[in-house]
């Protein structure tokens, strides 16, 4: 089951990647944050791997029981493809696990700042 959660996770990735440089030419994306800022995001595919493992399985792994959470998250990427492009949910799916990575690098990085003064 890890070999097929890797793939469809790389997949997904790549679909995303695909995507913003289909629409804009590059790796950035403008994320609006919950206080209303926009801020722009750089990424690549270590990034949004290590967000995918980090911010979605963790949690899934987190909250169920090992097989279970392998089988939900295969499915759950699975449902966010189609034929080599995202699905609508798909799409939302990822502009929000970019969205959450860009709230908590701000917020690792207001930490770091409050630590220097």
């Not at 966010?80 to 949910?89: E, R, S, Y």
Request: contains cysteine; hydrophobic residues 40%; charged residues 30%.
């Amino acid at each position: 089951m890890k070999i097929l959660i890797e793939t469809r996770r790389r997949h997904l990735v790549w679909a995303k990647l695909d995507s913003m440089m289909r629409r804009t030419g590059s790796y950035f994306q403008i994320v609006k944050l919950d206080d209303g800022t926009k801020l722009p995001v750089e990424l690549d595919e270590d990034i949004l791997t290590k967000a995918l493992i980090n911010f979605f399985e963790a949690m899934i792994y987190d909250t169920h029981k090992r097989e279970q959470a392998e089988n939900l998250i295969a499915e759950h990427y699975s449902n966010c493809m189609g034929v080599n492009k995202l699905t609508p949910d798909g799409v939302d799916f990822m502009n929000e696990l970019i969205a959450t990575l860009a709230d908590q690098s701000l917020k690792a990085e207001e930490l770091a700042d409050g630590y220097q003064m």
